[in-house]
């Protein structure tokens, strides 16, 4: 089963909001990694992270890999509508296998 | 750069028979990892190829097996299929040496009647 809490479950955004949804864990790991799926494809690399502490950016995304090792957080800023879809938290231990999130089910407000 | 491929997209199986499914890594990854979508989850890592050989594997039974090319190209068998057994079956790649992050294939959809 899945060992990663992912939250929140899903969200609604409205353009030009930012949003945020973070990961946590029972279990310590060495990378945190975020993976945007949307449908019928697989899930494709936003963000990999692979230092306690580090924080991240890429455009209007920014994570970080909390200091416990034990959590990580993703940041939208200034949503638009191509930010929907399914976000994924991954985390890694030495041997690369990653354990996975259930998800976070971004949609846009109506 | 050619990306993580996956064959087929999409396949009907029934209870009992025996599936493959394919994948070529995206150029320079040597490493190969297949994961299980099942709906509205996320990916569960079934087992990982370097160098030919199986070298990690997660919670999934000896009916799951797999193979890697000296191309580094890899194949996912399934025998004995089970209803539970549909799912997205997710192909990933990356390089063995340093940070290399998963690439993931689009995957192919299984479903079995």
């Known amino acids: 089963g899945q060992q990663l809490n992912q939250s929140p479950q899903s969200m609604f955004i409205q353009e030009g909001e930012d949003v945020s949804m973070n990961c946590t864990s029972s279990s310590i790991f060495n990378t945190w990694l975020w993976y945007k799926q949307d449908p019928g494809e697989g899930p494709v690399l936003l963000i990999a992270?692979?230092?306690?502490?580090e924080l991240t950016s890429n455009g209007r995304l920014t994570a970080q890999f909390g200091i416990t090792r034990k959590d990580s957080f993703l940041n939208i800023s200034a949503s638009i509508p191509s930010d929907v879809g399914i976000y994924f938290c991954a985390g890694g231990s030495n041997d690369y296998k990653l354990s996975f999130g259930a998800g976070t089910t971004v949609t846009v407000r109506a | 750069e050619t990306g993580v491929t996956q064959s087929p997209t999409h396949l009907i199986k029934t209870r009992g028979q025996q599936v493959t499914l394919r994948c070529s890594s995206q150029?320079?990854?040597?490493?190969v990892s297949w994961y299980q979508q099942a709906l509205g989850q996320g990916p569960q890592f079934i087992f990982q190829y370097y160098r030919e050989e199986e070298n990690g594997r997660g919670n999934f039974p000896p009916r799951f097996s797999g193979l890697q090319f000296p191309n580094y190209s890899s194949e996912l068998n399934v025998n004995a299929l089970e209803l539970d057994d549909s799912a997205l079956y997710l192909c990933?790649?990356?390089?063995?040496?340093?940070?290399?992050?998963?690439?993931f294939g689009n995957g192919t959809r299984l479903t079995v009647t």
């Open positions: 150029s320079g990854h040597n490493t």
């Open positions: 992270l692979y230092k306690a502490g």
């Open positions: 990933a790649s990356r390089r063995t040496a340093g940070n290399s992050p998963l690439h």
